[in-house]
């Protein structure tokens, strides 16, 4: 074990993925030598040759549109998209080509090897250009997978297993916590799997459910709500498609309410599919309806950032008010 | 129906003939000499004394401002900041051969072509601050200007997203009659967006009254030009296109304004778009949130220092005898004095009143958002210490 942040969870991710597998590469706008604008790709070129890691020219719909013919080639690319809020020139690759390669040829050609990885989230004073969290545009993308560690470990083990998998994934690291975000971390290789939701904390009064960097707001709102005598079950979703609705409403079912918190806009947020199928699944299981606390219905703001983010406050008293329904 | 024949005047061959790269050789306007002497055989553009003065101002405003805001940046004044140092000449230089109603799309790294059009050290402030003046309502990070009074549209930080909306700005000024050009400004890397080629096509294939000012500075953050393409640079690309093109030492400023000056004629008289790739050199940083020392040498950044397109210029004007000395030191007291005031100012006053958060997101804000808000402000209210900007305000 070692100690790392984020963002050296991530970069030893990529080298045991190089080491382990030389048909990985590792590619996106200033990942070469410079190691990326947050320096999670540092040494890698360094290590690995320019030929396995590489700048690209400044064009998104081009890393996509490469990477994803890379893959359906064989090799194993994972490509970096600078922040989230740049990903939509790509969004024709992801959409129609990436997400539909193997189903549109009947299963003869694949770019399942392809990983996208991207930093997303506020909370650095970024305004509406740096600060999205776009995962419920990709969750509607039958064919692409999406996943979102809340911290080193679960960065390193679910990294591998996105590279591994033989989907196209979309890893959304939240940048908020690429430094501030330190734990212990395997130096050996491991995979943590996909599509399964971490119980984080069991509790009996209701189920608290976010991802990434929101996953220590829920805590801290559930600290405060343990002090006022009541009991949360605090999960990290991880991925958000495919999601662990198993996970989810078993608690549900134990705790009779749900508490769902995300950074980005409310209205067709991932929250309200969660909403949605839950309902359906514990409707008598019930005491409550499902909470959604999330960002408001508007561009990511820079001066009132604060007042925009679903807090810790703002979910403590979502918490009192589910409760007490 | 019109009789096409899509093949035009193309000639044949009968033997393998595959073209080479670099065949254009695409020459580089330059009317100064880095010494600041002028060449003996340019043509000096038609500059008065005024215009010059008023450049030169602008380029030694545009220095100040940068390093008082990169120190500001350092402070943790501000929190971010986006020097244009060793570029000056190609934004100021190329504004100053616009006219007033000429519409002006940026990147972020023409605040010099800004502060020539009039904007205020007040309104840089407030906009760096995001206090409740600034004309953006503090809604995007410092750097991200725009003033409709001024003919420049707010900057988005998404790359070459202004190139496509140039082309239809300026079709839109070619229906209407106008007297008024585009400029679009965008960086070497910026072109490789796909956005680039749609914009540049379209303009070229609708006719469109626009000038693409391409400047060439060298790096893409830590990317050098050198990946991110093998053609000549981005003039290569308007020819391409079948655009008008030429190329001008962006350290140059009498090399910049002819060539804008002649692009803007050509422009409105064809009715048609100008492609200009300025060669210059990011000096600067990309942002204060970059470290150069990573991927570049301090001697190539000296050997561009020695290039320094304000000294170029200077000089020139001195050796005009435009140049009084001792005001100009006093300008620049003053100007170093103004900037301090009104940084201290700016960042004194709020930002704006939390009702703000869901105007302008729709022409009038639907009933969600009202919903949204009236639940925010209820919540502010029950938590005045955890959001102190805007709950003294309610």
Redesign the interface.
Known sequence: MAKMNMLQAVNNALITAMNDDEKVMVFG??V????G?FRATSNLQQTFGKGRC??T??????IIGFATGLASQGSVPVAEIQFA??I??AFDQIVNETAKFRYRSGGQFSCGTLTIRTPYGGGI??????SQSPEAFFAHVPGMKVVIPRNPYQAKGLLLASIRDDNPVLFMEPKRLYRASVGEVPEDDYQLPLGKADVIKLGSDITLLAWGAQVEIIEKAAAMAEEQGISCEVIDLQSILPWDIETVCSSVEKTGRLLINHEAP??AGFASEIAASVQEKCFLHLESPICRVCG????Y????E???MP?H??TF?AIKRTVNF | MKDRNHLGNIGLIHQVNIIENGLIDIPMLQVLQPDGSVHSKADLPEITEHCALKILHTMQYIRLLDERMVAAQRQGRISFYLACTGEEASTIGSAAALEPQDMIMSQYREQGALAYRGFTTKEFMDQMFSNQNELNKGRQMPIHYGSKALNFMTISSPLGTQIPQASGYAYGQKMAGLDAVTICYFGEGAASEGDFHAGVNMAAVLDCPAIFFCRNNGYAISTPSEEQFAGDGIASRGIGYGVRTIRVDGNDVLAVYSATQAARKIALEHQCPVLIEAMTYRLAAHSTSDDPTGYRSKDEEERWRLKDPVLRFKTWIDAKGWLNKEQNLEFIEQTRQEILKELKLAEQVPICPIEQIIEDVYDTPPWHLKAQLAELKTHIKKYPEAYPKTSGRL
């Open positions: 706008e200033d070469g030598h410079f190691g604008v590489f700048n020219p400044l064009t998104e719909q081009g809020d740049y939509f020139p004073a970024g305004g509406h250009y740096h409310l209205t408001l219905d508007t561009p703001p820079l001066a009132h604060k007042e925009y807090d406050l703002k008293e």
